[in-house]
Nanobody, 127 residues
Framework: QVQLVESGGGLVQAGGSLRLSCAAS????????MGWFRQPSGKEREFVAA????????DYAASVKGRFTITRDNAKNMVYLQMNSLKPEDTANYYC????????????????????WGQGTQVTVSS
């Protein structure tokens, strides 16, 4: 498994921006698809975005497409989530996760396809 630490959450007004970061250590970071998930209070964890190990492919939840951008820097073992035009419904605890399969050609949005998770960072968007 890989150890993941998120940062960058906070309180922002609607329409604002935040950039989340996730630092990875442990197994070879560059071999695994990385994802961001979020969990609003009292609700289930949901997929936000993912990026393939080779940076070729990305996938986004419909609710964030066009507003959020996932990137990664394999040299620095980092993955990022740039969040623009934030809405109150984006309020949640955001988690970074690493896919369980190396060199996967398919980007999965299923939480059970990810075997390493960070502790989460809270994002609160006020109206």
């Amino acid at each position: 498994q890989v150890q993941l630490v998120e940062s960058g959450g906070g309180l922002v007004q609607a329409g604002g921006s935040l950039r989340l970061s996730c630092a990875a250590s442990g197994r070879t970071f560059s071999s695994y698809t990385m994802g961001w998930f979020r969990q609003p209070s009292g609700k289930e964890r949901e997929f936000v975005a993912a990026i393939s190990w080779n940076l070729v492919s990305t996938d986004y939840a419909a609710s964030v497409k066009g507003r959020f951008t996932i990137t990664r820097d394999n040299a620095k073992n980092m993955v990022y989530l740039q969040m623009n035009s934030l809405k109150p419904e984006d309020t949640a605890n955001y988690y970074c996760a690493s896919n369980r399969r190396a060199y996967s050609v398919v980007i999965s949005s299923r939480p059970d396809e990810y075997d390493s998770w960070g502790q989460g960072t809270q994002v609160t968007v006020s109206s």
